[in-house]
């Protein structure tokens, strides 16, 4: 028989005593912590009316589930729920129904939503199992009940090394966020880290899907019997979830020995992380939105003056479909009395030809004469003028008509997608074969075969099925990274192609098209960017810029995915890759960001970091001090130039900088 309970007094009478419990919880709310649920102009921050929690379940560990939430009993034994959702249709202006039936059944105690506060007060908790939790449910609890929470950070004095505990509303807890030790145990997870990923590697209860019909704007904004079993199931996924990661063999957290000597010190490290994160992006940065525009309005000139200087000496383009579809002769062009349809009328109008007077059988267009009836279906243009933003097309033409010689290509990696999750194989393979219908059919395709190097055993020699089989076989055991475009600029600096220079006589016109896609990037990462752009194919846009998400208060959220690479290191959003004030419009756009009155903004940056870090540990392991001393020396003596070199004497050819420290990472992860 369903429990029900009105306090967590008679919930703890019941159940006869309150030992120590471990337990997982998730929040169903009606949407997210943005500028939709937050009033970002009160101080503090206030929820606005329109946000709430819906329910709130717990599972404690080998014990009880309990579902705090307001309403009726749902008694979950396999009878079916059909339910109105009164916001949702209001909303959509149709009848949204939603329907519970076909499921496991399950048990849990009800309890009131406000009991909630009350349980962790009272209930003897250990461990507090949540998948992000730091970034949203901790968070939503101290917003709209006052829930205060820290996380403990990391002590060192002396060779002693002490830790400060993690606490909720006073109570020391121990908070296992199951994404952050996910993505802390394996940044590189295969997959993914999301609680649906996951569960399914635990091999226990899994997430089940949820109203997938409707919008997420839309789908969380009634409670019915359905969201109630969601939660519940996302409870008890994650419980399986975390003994999972416990039980590890690559993990060992369940070892306690293991887990203090390995494990403690860098998840404690990323909680901390997590929660510093959230604030800011909560708190974000104060966007000139006066700036913004002037910026805009001198990029639009600057790029209006460089396009009118390039796209005369510009070489046709092959023609797109749809620009040779307007050219293409309709099939009826004459009536049966002789006279021309209004097809072949309409046609000549459109493409600015005309007859030739006195003579209906002949057209002409652009000074060539044509005799009627043209070929049907065979357009009459089959190139079309070039824009300064067709990269590929100038790229090509420069190398085939010039000899440029880039000095880096772009690479890509064909088993993943574009947030570095891997892709199943189905997907590798069709993404293989997307290369290669490029690679073949374009000027790269010398330079995208060779650069495989020996190991690949593909040269430019090499037949399409051949190749086509070696980058199965190297996708199937790990990644698969390949050649893509070749770049007009080199280094971090993003200074010009050297060969750029050299062929300056006969295209002098390379560092204003450098400019203008610098300046196209710069306008778009404030109406629409994010991307870099010497790293977008043709047609290809970024995500939205920051305009787009400016908030009442004036400031932009300024969020990341810590430990979201696959190095372990952050993945900032909607703010990133800001370019530094050496670089073509960096300082113009770096003073778009600022705070409010009678705060400074201050900026640093560490100087190598990681080798200096490493020159610390690898010294005992250097008789010679050669390599550790590279680790810390300026340009030319550096890592990475040493290393360059090193290379270049090896393989018998130039290798440059760059590229040269993709090695010194992969050697020294």
Known sequence: MQQRFETIEQYLEWMGNNNFTNMTWDIEATGLLDETSIDYTASPYKIKPSYKHHCIVVEEHGGNILAFYDGPTYVFDGREYTERLPKASSMLHTEEVVTLKDYTPVEYIHLPLKEFKNYVLKRKIKRVVAHNMINFDLMSMKLVEDMDFTIGVEHRDGGLTTWSADTWMGKQVVFDDTLVISKTCNPDLFGGHSLDKLSRRAGGDTKIDFRKHLAPDVRFLDFAADMLYYCIYDVKANTAVWHWLQDHEDYQLSDRDNYIKNWLSPIQLEKKVAEIITYQEHRGFVLNVDLCEKAVKDLDAKMEERRARVEPVLPPRPATKKFMADYTP?????????????YLQKFIERIGAQLKEGDDRTMIFEGKEYKLPLPADVPLKTEMPAKIGDTTHIKQWLMGEFGWIPSEWKETDLTVDQKKIKLPMENIVAKIDRWLDVTYST???????????????????STRAYVRQRLIDRASKGSCKVLTNPSFTKGQ?????????????????????????????RRSAILGGGMDWDEMEDGEEPEKGYLASIRQDGRIPTPADTCGAATSRMKHRKVANVPRITSLYGAELRELFG???????IGYDFDSLEARKESAYCDQYDPTKEYCKSLMMEKPFDVHTMMAKRISEIIGRQFNRSPAKNVKYGLTK
């Open 330 to 342: 309709p099939k009826r062009q004459f009536k049966q009395n002789g006279e021309i349809t209004s």
């Open 443 to 461: 000027a790269y395709k010398e330079e995208r075969l060779d650069g495989f190097g020996d190991y690949m055993k593909i040269t430019p020699r």
């Open 493 to 521: 600096e993003k200074e010009m192609c050297p060969d750029l220079e050299r062929i300056a006589e006969q295209f002098p016109f390379a560092k204003d098209v450098i400019e203008y896609l610098t300046f196209k990037h």
């Open 595 to 601: 705070v409010g009155d009678g705060f400074f903004q």
